[in-house]
């Protein structure tokens, strides 16, 4: 997970290490990779320090949505949308309570924010929630690094004093293990039950709330996004949401009419520990069961396939995917680092969308049975909507059943 930390104000160090560049005046944030790479900037948001992966996410708006999508814990996102905080912040635009990000990196300084739904400055959101932000910085060169070298480990640290101990934060991202084999499900997981109701958000009325429930959905959070919830209330769904790590005789007693396998952050082969006895366990009913992003993976691990971790990963809301069973094209909202292996689908389970950038398995369904999933996230807010559909089709399936 990512962890704080306060560095000293020396700025020599005893042991060997890499030679560091000259801090420039004014500096006070730096980005510090685990190659001894250093980027100087300004500080905004919180005075911390935090470690973490590095990725880039080319999406143009929705900057909340994705600092609070538990999806991102322990990555800090590169913005390469130049104007970030410019419609501030709110108290709408939330996918959960308490942002997992480590922080994020940005090529201006946050402006003042000039939209008639902000209530506040991005800058005093991110103190708020405790999140550094590094801005100055040239994210389309960074955005270059991780395309070709891939996602780097790094330390991110924000002090107005402009104090840093760059040695020992490149200490701290060169013994950080990375996301490989860090369960990192449970961290962002609810600890108990509860019952979801919010509906879609329109601009006359804000959020709705459930009316007339047709279907009793079991939803497990792995990480769950909040606007997930909301569009399966909107199409009628009573939704209990249930912790990661609860067993398929939990789930079931429920009597859910169908089983949602939430999306979340890091190794699926680690949560793979407890979440995929629970699924091989609800697989052997006839209830229909929808994965997105990480539940898409669980899926498949019970399923009989592999996942391993990508070189870059896929983060933004421009990522073209076509849709085998319909052979039409979508645009869809993607943050993973990790994939399933398309060859290792076993027998009886297809392949269904696949990402036109690189070719990667983006869903997959079980051969004459209600069971599907997908990498990328139909729910996206505030765009693109091209993949509702799927949720229209897990409805669907649930009622031939009834």
Known sequence: MPTDSAP??????????????PQPEGATAVLVLADGTVLWGRGA???????????????????????????????????TFPHIGNVGANLED?????????????????TEPSN???????????????????????????????????????????????????????????????LEGMDLAKDVSCTQAYDWSQSDWSLKDGY???????????????GIKRNILRRLATLGC?????????????????????????????????TGTYAVPMIQGILKTDTPVFGICLGHQMLALALGAKTA???????????????????????????????????????????????LFDGSLAGLQVTGRPVFSVQYHPEASPRPQDSHYLFNRFVDLMAARL
């Not at 939330?94 to 946050?110: F, K, M, N, V, W």
């Not at 971790?309 to 995917?321: R, S």
């Open 309 to 355: 971790k990508m070189h870059l990963g896929h983060h933004g809301a421009n990522h073209p995917i076509k849709d085998l069973t319909t052979n039409k094209v979508e645009i869809t909202s993607q943050n993973h680092g990790f994939v399933v292996d398309k060859d290792s689908l076993p027998d009886g389970v297809e392949g269904t969308h696949f990402s």
């Open 45 to 79: 948001g919180a005075e911390v320090t935090r470690v973490g992966e590095v990725c880039f996410n080319t999406a143009m708006t929705g900057y909340q949505e994705i600092m609070t999508d538990p999806s991102y814990a322990g990555q800090m996102v590169t913005f």
């Open 8 to 21: 000293t104000n020396n700025t020599v160090s005893s042991s060997p290490g890499p030679t560091f560049p």
């Open 208 to 222: 709705g709330t459930l009316k007339d429930p047709k279907y009793k959905v079991v939803a497990i959070d792995f």
């Open 94 to 110: 939330l996918e959960t309570t308490t942002p997992s990000a480590c922080g994020c990196i940005l090529r201006a300084d946050i």
């Open 116 to 178: 008639f739904r902000a209530v506040s400055h991005l800058d005093g959101w991110l103190k708020a929630q405790g999140l550094p932000a590094l801005t100055g910085v040239d994210t389309r060169q960074l955005s270059r690094r991780i395309r070709n070298a891939g996602a780097p480990n790094a330390v991110l640290s924000h002090r107005a004093d402009g104090q840093f101990d760059l040695h020992a934060l490149w200490e701290q991202a060169r013994d950080w293990p990375g």
């Open 238 to 270: 009573e939704i209990t949401v249930l912790p990661a790590t609860a067993t398929a005789d939990e789930v079931l007693a429920h009597k859910p009419d169908g089983i949602f396998l939430s999306n979340g952050p890091g190794d699926p082969a680690a």
